[in-house]
């Protein structure tokens, strides 16, 4: 199987790769932020939970994310693989994401973290915010505090996959296209 931690800031392009990777690779793509957006709209109780911390910027509590990736993984018939995009975000996250992939028989294969600069991602990220209608794309505050909440909880996670020899570092400043390319090529090259 191949298993790709896509890695990066918000605003990094996670979402934007990820469409193109699952297309072309035929992974199954596990997007925590997505899951619990479909949660808010649905009016569930987590979704009313995550609802209040998402607005602020901040992380919805580690149990509920693995339960709903443990949930996603579990119940996937594909042999491909996944993506997981915006997950694992803290370090318990990860070492649970191992433990279940082993249960499965597999295992990550690389962790590809896209790189972009600051303020690039807020200009982004406000730059959706005039469309997408997600309420923690609105205000200026909220972006620079989930940029502060990733550099401190999910940051180190860098240096968790580095001790395992999956860290890939990739440009993320150019087209998409450009940076599908190097994507790809980083992935042929770890599955080769
Ligand atoms: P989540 O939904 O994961 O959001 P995020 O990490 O903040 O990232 P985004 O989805 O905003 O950015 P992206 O990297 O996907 O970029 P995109 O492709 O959209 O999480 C939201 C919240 O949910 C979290 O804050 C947290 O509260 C909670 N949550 C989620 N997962 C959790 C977890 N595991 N644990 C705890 N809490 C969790 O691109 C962004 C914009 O840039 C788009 O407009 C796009 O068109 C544009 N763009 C993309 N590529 C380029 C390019 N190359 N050049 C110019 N513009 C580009
Ligand atoms: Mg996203």
Redesign the pocket.
Known sequence: MLNIVLF???????????TRLLEKYGLVHL???????AEMNAGTALGLQ?KA??E???????E??IGM?DNKISSSANKNGFIF??????TP?AKALDVVLTNKGTGISCMLS?E?PEE?LIT??L??GA??G?A??QDQNTIIN?IK??NEQTLPLKDYYKAQGKYVAIE?????D??FESLCEAIDGVSA
């Open positions: 990066g800031p918000p605003g990094a392009g996670k979402g934007t790769q990820s997007s925590t932020g997505d899951i619990l957006r995550a911390l998402i602020k910027g901040e992380l919805v509590p580690d509920v994310v990736i995009d915006g997950f694992p975000r803290t996250q896209l972009v690039e982004r990220l730059g959706r469309v997408s997600r923690d794309d989930r909440v990733y993320g400043v150019g087209t998409v450009s940076i």
